[in-house]
């Protein structure tokens, strides 16, 4: 199963628009003219369930993270811009600049989950070229993954600016998840309203 979900994901990188058209442009956000009305419900895992009026669902953890769709984590002018009202179509991500991504390991990473993530970042280059830095230790680069064991698999997604976070779980992360999870990092989600 995993070598059919790896398979899988490897072809989605086929045509995602990572592998070219990088820039540094800066998101144009909307914006929110009016205040919004949110509806929130309490899950049984502690979290919240944020409804927002145009029929945007994000989950609030109690650190204050938000996350869409289940593992993505958005940065707050990603959410900003994803519930605001006027929102028809927009990409919610910055691509890597030159095709180049920075990153870092946690202290704590185990070892196989750090090997399952190198072996991702070898897929992702073999298929669309893209370079894999590792600079742990030097704060210096300003734009960077770090990569930990988290409770769960989850990624910002794009280029966010500055540090950003990307989970693997140590129990439950496999070459696939790595892809995928990265893939988010790397590429991000295109969100389309009508």
């Known amino acids: 199963m995993k070598k059919l979900y790896c398979i899988l994901a490897l072809a989605m990188c086929a045509w995602m628009p990572a ?59 990603q959410l900003e811009a994803l519930t605001a009202p006027q929102t028809r179509s927009l990409i919610l991500n910055l691509p890597w600049t030159d095709g180049i991504v920075y990153y870092e390991w946690d202290a704590n990473i185990a070892a196989h989950t750090k090997s399952n993530a190198l072996q991702a970042m070898e897929e992702w280059h073999a298929r669309c070229g893209l370079v894999f830095i590792d600079v742990t230790g030097d704060s210096s680069y300003p734009n960077r993954i770090h990569i930990y064991n988290g409770d769960g698999n989850h990624s910002q997604i794009g280029m966010v600016g500055g540090r950003q976070n990307l989970s693997l779980s140590e129990n439950g992360s496999g070459v696939g998840s790595a892809i995928h999870e990265i893939g988010h990092a790397l590429i991000g989600q295109t969100a389309q309203f009508r």
């Open 19 to 77: 592998c070219s058209d990088f820039t540094d442009e800066t998101p144009v956000l909307p914006q929110q003219e009016e205040k919004l009305s949110v509806q929130v419900e309490t899950l049984g895992n502690g979290n919240e369930l944020w409804t927002y009026p145009n029929g945007v669902r994000v989950e609030r953890t109690p650190a204050g993270e938000f996350f869409w769709q289940g593992d993505i984590l958005l940065a707050d002018w």
